[in-house]
């Protein structure tokens, strides 16, 4: 069985799910690494929260996630990265799959979201590093709202 795993790295959190790559996917858990940088905190949906002292970036936050999946989930293998990255400026209206040249336009949006994309790349290149095999696929925020009507981005 193969399984996908779902990230959104925020400035101060990295949120996480794995899925069974069934049709639909199957959930098996979820959770999150908050205050990244402070006294960071591991909160799975399905077990006990406990304090992560030495996690002060993404990428060791994603390794702490992956030891959390790894205990609960040993069987997991991971064949696909869904990623939440804030910005894809004009040219990335859908969900794509990274490569090293997609990663340095995102880069140069960073200043357009600059308290999220950072993070959010950040957390593409550890999950880059961990699953160098894998699909990674940004979804973006730009895209979801580019569609909408008018009236939906005028009226609360």
């Avoid at 992560?52 to 970036?57: E, F, N």
């Avoid at 869904?82 to 200043?111: F, N």
């Amino acid at each position: 069985m193969t399984h996908i795993l779902t990230l959104n790295a925020g400035s101060s959190s990295l949120k996480y799910g794995l899925y069974e790559a069934t049709d639909p996917p199957r959930p098996l858990t979820t959770g999150k690494v908050g205050r990244i940088g402070s006294t960071a905190r591991l909160s799975p949906a399905d077990g006990p929260a406990r304090d992560l002292p030495s996690v002060t970036d993404h990428a060791t936050a994603l390794f702490s996630v992956l030891s959390e999946i790894n205990d609960t989930h040993p069987k997991a293998r991971v064949t696909a990265v869904g990623h939440r990255v804030v910005h894809g400026g004009l040219d990335y209206d859908a969900p794509i799959r990274l490569t090293p040249e997609i990663l340095t336009k995102l880069d140069a949006l960073s200043p357009f979201a600059p308290l999220h994309q950072p993070h959010n790349l950040a957390g593409v290149r550890a999950a880059i590093s961990a699953f160098p095999d894998a699909a990674q696929i940004a979804c973006f925020d730009t895209a979801f709202h580019r569609n909408h009507p008018f009236v939906n981005d005028t009226f609360a």
